[in-house]
């Protein structure tokens, strides 16, 4: 009796995991290069051209600002000179010594005023960019699902990073089952006519002269090149 009820049990159990393995789809995989479509999307476009007027702004504020400190420093060290004078008479010497010192604090409150409006714009445009960024990736997400489910996928894997070994993550895919650009031309069915172009949207401006006008942006601003 008991030797029956051990088959019954597991003939069922065996029945049901055919029929689990039956109820399933059969696995289909598409890939699609997440980074070109986000790259490629014509409101990423807009945004980078946004972007990089706005850091190109700064950069000219910081720029008046450098050349107000080097004309500062200038006349600071004239005031330093004429304070160690033997021509001046003590009265003047003194004069211009506290006028030196009044000099080296202003120099030192506009270095400082530069520094902040330097990370403040580079923390606002970098916020910015993130808040694009995550807006677009829901977009573009929302339409590779339509994509996949139109192609009958049932996995999807995105081939535009590398793993945590620094390879691809996806090794090999055939061109069949490649859908970027059925994403990309989809994302940008409602392109607004003239405007800005792949070709032209991402121009970053000329660095200015001083180090502290830089400002690099995830997804705009291009890495530096190296030597």
């Known amino acids: 009796m008991h030797k029956v009820l051990r088959i019954s049990l597991a003939t069922a159990a065996f029945a049901a995991c055919a029929l689990m393995s039956f109820a399933q789809p059969a696995l289909k995989v598409v890939v699609v290069d997440m980074a070109k479509v986000y790259d490629t999307h014509f409101k990423t476009e807009e945004a980078n051209a946004k972007f990089n007027d706005a850091a190109q ?134 392109r607004p006519a003239g405007s800005v172009s792949a070709s032209s949207a991402v121009t970053p401006p000329a660095a200015a002269n001083s180090a502290a006008t830089g400002f690099t942006v995830p997804g705009v601003t291009p890495a530096p090149k190296k030597n």
Do not use: C
């Not at 902040?116 to 977009?139: C, G, V, Y």
């Open 57 to 190: 702004r700064a950069r000219e504020e910081l720029d008046k600002l450098n050349k107000q400190i080097q004309t500062a420093a200038e006349e600071f060290k004239v005031l330093v000179e004429d304070s160690r004078s033997t021509v001046l008479n003590e009265a003047a010497r003194n004069k211009a010594a506290n006028d030196a010192q009044k000099k080296r604090e202003e120099i030192e409150r506009m270095q400082g005023e530069g520094q902040n409006f330097s990370a403040n714009t580079q923390r606002s445009l970098q916020q910015r960019a993130k808040n694009h960024r995550d807006l677009i990736m829901d977009e573009i997400m929302k339409v590779v699902n339509e994509v996949s489910r139109a192609r009958g996928a049932t996995l999807v894997l995105d081939r535009s990073g590398p793993s945590v070994f620094g390879i691809p993550v996806v090794l090999h895919a055939d061109a069949a089952y490649d859908v970027t650009d059925e994403v990309v031309k989809e994302v940008n069915k409602d």
